[in-house]
């Protein structure tokens, strides 16, 4: 899916495409490689994005270890929000966990459309919409799901995830330890 077709798709709204040219064009696409970072911890994050190809880890350092909060996936858009929003350090690091393509916007141009694009403001508030009842969804699971069933529903929402992401990134989002993580795939299989 193109940043367009992706666009067209949360906004879900034909009578605002006409606004769509203006959006697009205050994105620019650029190249992360495997292990380059899109913000790092403590640095300001200058850039909202879209993924058109690849995934981005968000991740925290909790007592020497590294910890992942987030896996945004292509035809998904992301950002450390909070920094990106009030221009401070980030609390978390972003890093590509494979060679990625982003459509990035800058903080100014982004605060300029949401106030002066329809489209674009629908689109955010969607998407910010959406993002809370995963968050929510992920909350809950992790209260009231074994690890054996956040990994199965896993299995069955984003299958795409085992191929593509190392087993310990995927334990540490599911807050299941690797050496468990290996056990619940050899008992699932």
């Not at 006409?18 to 200058?46: H, M, R, S, W, Y």
């Not at 990106?84 to 800058?106: G, V």
Request: charged share 25%; with cysteine; glycine share 2%.
């Amino acid at each position: 899916m193109n940043l367009e077709k992706y666009l067209k798709h949360i906004i879900d709204n034909p009578s605002l495409d006409k606004e769509l040219p203006e959006v697009i064009n205050a994105f620019e696409k650029t190249t992360l490689k495997k292990n380059d970072f899109f913000v790092k911890e403590g640095a300001v994050c200058n850039h909202f994005c879209f993924v058109e190809s690849g995934v981005l880890q968000h991740a925290i350092l909790l007592n020497g270890e590294e910890k992942t909060t987030y896996l945004a996936l292509k035809n998904s858009c992301t950002v450390a929000l909070k920094s990106f929003l009030n221009q401070k350090p980030s609390r978390k690091s972003i890093k590509a966990l494979s060679d990625c393509t982003l459509w990035m916007i800058s903080a100014d141009n982004f605060k300029d459309l949401l106030k002066n694009n329809e489209a674009f403001f629908m689109f955010y508030h969607k998407l910010i919409e959406n993002q809370i009842f995963r968050i929510d969804d992920y909350r809950i699971d992790l209260l009231t799901l074994s690890p054996e069933e956040r990994y199965q529903k896993l299995l069955h929402n984003d299958p795409q995830l085992l191929q593509s992401i190392p087993l310990h990134y995927l334990a540490s989002f599911l807050g299941i330890s690797t050496r468990h993580m290996s056990r619940i795939r050899k008992n699932i299989k």
